[in-house]
């Protein structure tokens, strides 16, 4: 790394001054080749995120977390609380690949991906520079006296600020009680529901809160995700890094001046800038090295090369690399670390895609009515009391069901109905009972194979207990 004699900049986050207060950073509008591809990738990625919602595949939304009532959709496959033991698997598929994602690139996903970094730099930020202009306006700006130029420019970016956090409250919404719903209380209005309104205003509060003043503290103090880097980064990864060993050569970093012969003068190709500073969306020195605030957004690598350009000098002093490449120039390759991780990956995701493939449709549940025992009848017959649940997780009603005895002879009777109609999306609970003659026990505490119908077609089956006198073994 560049020799920084004291490690000063590791004793405290970038966006504090000396006096331990917030330091507002006001950052340079980035511009170059990478910045671009962020922005199409951000514009794509925008898209999705705001357009998710209201997406149905087969009758589902293509992606709804509803905690309330425990219903998620993903990728338009309906996931129900006793589908639980999937979801584990896949956050532990999500885990996984944050932590061989994060092992190979750094932190590439903040950088590129985050809706934190995109709607804050690809949004209101752009927003910011539309209004009060680039760096030096904004810090012209802020020093200003509250005349009528700052009034208006603050007023009007504040309420364009609020009005976009409104919009994004109203999506983070629907992800969570769905579209459908969300759509028929705007029509309803919000007089008839004050509840979600203040729960809306609440969400716009927030994300105003986040994208108008906490901004950038966020990943630096509230994401966890950049702690990660210090336990997962090893000298292989790719991140966002200044080539040290030619930014600084024998001399160190000097200014550049006009007509020299950089080269021989033994100086580093660092011409101490300080752009890469005022473009930082975070305020660090990305020269100091390898940062928990570094987010990995290519600001800096843009306007080092554009200045490298002016000065005549190679590009790619700050870029994308290893340690590795820059101390012993060697190339990234899969390291056992890696392949490991890759390993687990694949299988956590076999076995996810297996189990999709063998869930079915309908989920049975029958549970005998607890603290009740057994009944004996006439005729030598033995009778258990029952409650069950039906679980529809297709979009379509499903008709005519009814349970049937698979493995003893016996009969099985519903109370107030022969059968029913399980609604697309909903569940049906009912009681029920089960006879069976003594004779076909095996002992006092039977397992029992039910079938559950839907006209002629046997559409699931489920297994419980049945208890008879001991007598009758």
């Known amino acids: 790394m560049a020799e920084q004699g004291q490690d000063n900049f590791r004793d405290t986050i970038g966006t504090l001054n000396e006096e331990g207060n917030r330091a507002w950073v006001f950052p340079k509008k980035p511009d170059g080749k990478w910045y671009t591809y962020r922005k199409y990738v951000s514009y794509i990625l925008l898209a999705f995120l705001l357009s998710a919602p209201f997406i149905k595949i087969n009758g589902n939304q293509f992606l709804m977390f509803n905690v309330l009532e425990r219903r998620f959709n993903i990728f338009g496959f309906p996931f129900w609380p006793q589908d639980f033991h999937l979801f584990v698997i896949m956050m532990l598929i999500g885990v996984v690949f944050v932590i061989l994602f994060t092992v190979a690139f750094g932190r590439l996903f903040c950088g590129w991906v985050c809706p934190q970094t995109i709607f804050m730099e690809m949004v209101f930020r752009r927003i910011e520079y539309w209004i009060d202009g680039d760096r030096g306006k904004q810090i012209r700006l802020s020093k200003m006296p509250w005349n009528a130029e700052k009034i208006k420019k603050r007023v009007l970016k504040w309420s364009i600020f609020f ?111 300080f752009q890469c500073v005022n473009v930082c969306p975070t305020g660090i020195d990305i020269r100091n090295g390898t940062q928990l605030e570094c987010i990995n957004c290519t600001a800096c690598i843009d306007v080092c090369d554009q200045m490298m350009e002016n000065v005549n000098l190679p590009k790619g002093l700050i870029r994308y690399t290893s340690e590795d490449n820059i101390e012993k120039k060697k190339k990234f390759t899969f390291s056992p670390r890696l392949k490991g991780y890759v390993a687990v990956l694949g299988i956590l995701t076999a076995v996810l895609i ?10 049975a549940r029958i549970l005998r009515l607890p603290g009740q025992l057994y009944e004996h009848k006439t005729d030598n017959i033995i009778s258990n009391v029952y409650t069950f649940k039906l679980v529809n997780k297709t979009i379509d009603d499903i008709n005519n069901v009814h349970f049937e005895l698979l493995s003893h002879k016996g009969i099985i009777k519903l109370v107030s109905h022969d059968d029913f109609k399980i609604e697309g999306q909903g569940l049906a609970e009912g009681t029920l009972f089960i006879e069976i003659n003594a004779s076909a026990l095996n002992g006092d505490k039977d397992r029992l194979e039910i079938g559950v ?9 489920t297994t419980t207990a049945f208890l008879g006198p001991r007598s009758y073994k």
């Open 453 to 461: 119908y839907s006209g002629d077609d046997l559409i699931e089956t």
């Open 354 to 363: 297996g189990m999709l493939f063998l869930r079915n449709d309908i989920e």
């Open 163 to 273: 009005i976009i956090s409104f919009l994004i409250a109203n999506v983070f919404l629907a992800y969570l009680i769905g579209s459908d719903q969300l759509l028929r209380y705007i029509v309803d209005g919000p007089s008839k529901h004050q509840s979600t309104l203040i729960s809306l205003l609440i969400f716009t509060g927030v994300f105003y809160f986040v994208f108008a003043w906490f901004r950038e503290q966020v990943c630096i103090i509230a994401c966890p995700y950049g702690r990660l880097q210090g336990v997962l980064l090893d000298n292989k990864s790719i991140v966002v890094a200044y080539d040290h060993k030619r930014g600084e050569k024998e001399a160190g970093r000097a200014k550049f001046k006009k007509n020299e012969d950089r080269p021989s003068s033994g100086k580093g190709d660092c011409i101490d800038c």
